[in-house]
């Protein structure tokens, strides 16, 4: 056999020995790629993704679009290859599999974190537009979740709305780790709470609450790093009563990165006229319920996504612009935004047409 014949039949051999080996390698990273988008001002799956009763809302146009990333699951073991695939393509990102799922979160837990968080950004969606068309919304502060094999363990209840801690007033969710921490370990707290089935039933025939139980709970001390203090083994959060109806019908979704879009959308639906003037208007950002806009996971995915699907803008929460303006996508324009105000104050330039006043995202944020 001639021997470039032979060095090339060794080299194809080599070459096909370790795509093989890199087929069965397995690598501790994970991909992202970019999701659905979804327009938060029209259908999906077959019914209106924003739906308020009870209170008069008005047609619009244009698109408001909330931005999602794929994932591979926690389980999901990545090869070498498809790594190194991952890491030369343009639309996806390869990434330290930690990064998405840390202290080995499962499938399930991560699965249920996104639940829970997407129905927080949901509730908190709704606050910061009614703050904005100054519509009244009552708030109070709830046991939000109740640790396994903690103190308050069937002691108190995901839903208890609290009204005091050792008879101090409280008035919002930090308030309650405040007080507990001023114990010692070992000493009592005195929880004052309405439970959870008479704030349900409140609710329901539309009154308000007014039984009360006091709760006494001894703590313990806390078992993470730093210095020990006193806890019971709740996270408090804060709950609300809209004086109408507004459900958000999104399935297969999850994290709170879609509170922004939801806002806008809410807020387009209850006033005249259009909020984007017709443009095709995407974005992404957490929101909180005094309308501030937070950053996200996977900002180069969503950009990309968002301008497959046709989008022209893209609200960009203000931590994430640096990254996003690394790598736009071609006739996609970054819009720069620290709060719910600064989205409406853009959208109404692009209405106006002065595309010049719009706060740009650049490489330096």
Known sequence: MPRRTATML???????????????????????????????????GGEPVLQISGRKTYPTNGHLNMTTVRVTSADYKMNLVEAVYGWLAHDSKVVPHDTLYPDGKTEEQSTQENAEEFSQSQESAKVAALEELRVPVQSWVIVSTVVKDSPAEGRLHAGDVVKAVDGT????????????????????????????????????????????????????????????????????????TFPFTIDIKLADVGGPSAGLMFALGIYDKLTPGSLTG??????????????????????????????????????????????A???????????KVKTIDDALGALKDLRDGRTSDLPKCTAKG
């Not at 806890?231 to 804060?238: D, L, M, N, P, Q």
């Not at 303006?325 to 819009?335: F, W």
């Open 10 to 44: 060794a080299s194809t051999l080599m070459l096909i020995a370790l795509l093989c080996a890199g087929v069965f390698i397995k690598v501790p990273y994970a991909e992202m790629s970019p999701g659905p988008t979804v327009n938060t001002l029209g259908d999906h």
């Open 169 to 240: 007033v409280v008035k919002a969710p930090d308030d309650v780790a405040k007080l507990v921490t001023k114990h010692k370990p070992g000493e009592d707290v005195v929880f004052t709470v309405v439970p959870a089935k008479e704030q349900a039933a409140a609710e329901k025939a539309h009154r308000t609450a007014t039984r009360t139980e006091k709760v006494t709970i001894t703590t313990r001390a806390s078992d993470d790093e730093g210095e020990k203090r006193a806890i019971v083994g709740i996270a408090a959060g804060t709950d609300h």
């Open 278 to 323: 017709g443009k095709f208007v995407a974005g992404t950002g957490t929101i909180d319920d005094d309308g501030k806009v937070g950053p996200i996971g996977g900002i180069e995915m969503k950009t990309v996504g968002a301008r497959d699907k046709g989008a022209q803008y893209f609200l960009t929460p203000a931590d994430n612009c640096a990254a």
């Open 325 to 335: 303006a690394k790598d736009t996508p071609g006739g996609l324009t970054l819009i």
